[in-house]
């Protein structure tokens, strides 16, 4: 494993998505992080963020080729996106690890793991 020391750039994106449940865009994590380091380059949030992938700092949410999303890393769950308004939610349901077992034996691919995504209309947009 590289050990990257950590830098003012990476320290404002994970404080970023520490303090959001929202799963942020990476061009709403840009437009946030530009207000506490104003001359931030795109690029430069772009390549933190991959570091912080790479690192298991972060995760992305990108399932059904919609833009990808991102939040800090944590025990796996699902989540719920709204296809009224488009938010994605955290979901506090037991995530089935049995799944990935049966996919693996049934096909003989080598599972890491699975993400469901649920999709309708959110409580706010009904």
Not at 45 to 51: A, L, P
Not at 65 to 91: A, N
């Amino acid at each position: 494993m590289i050990m990257r020391r950590d830098t003012k750039q990476r320290e404002a994106i994970l404080r970023l998505l520490r303090k959001t449940s929202s799963h942020p865009t990476a061009d709403q994590i840009y437009d946030e992080v530009r207000k506490d380091i104003p001359n931030i380059s795109k690029g430069t949030v772009y390549r933190n963020m991959q570091v912080l992938e790479e690192d298991g700092a972060i995760s992305v949410l990108n399932i059904n080729g919609t833009q990808s999303r991102y939040e800090v890393k944590q025990k796996s769950h699902y989540h719920f996106r709204c296809e009224k308004c488009g938010r994605v939610f955290d979901l506090d349901e037991p995530v089935v690890l049995e799944l990935d077992e049966q996919v693996a034996k049934k096909t003989g691919f080598n599972v890491k793991y699975h993400q469901t995504e649920f999709r309708g209309i959110c409580k706010d947009c009904q």
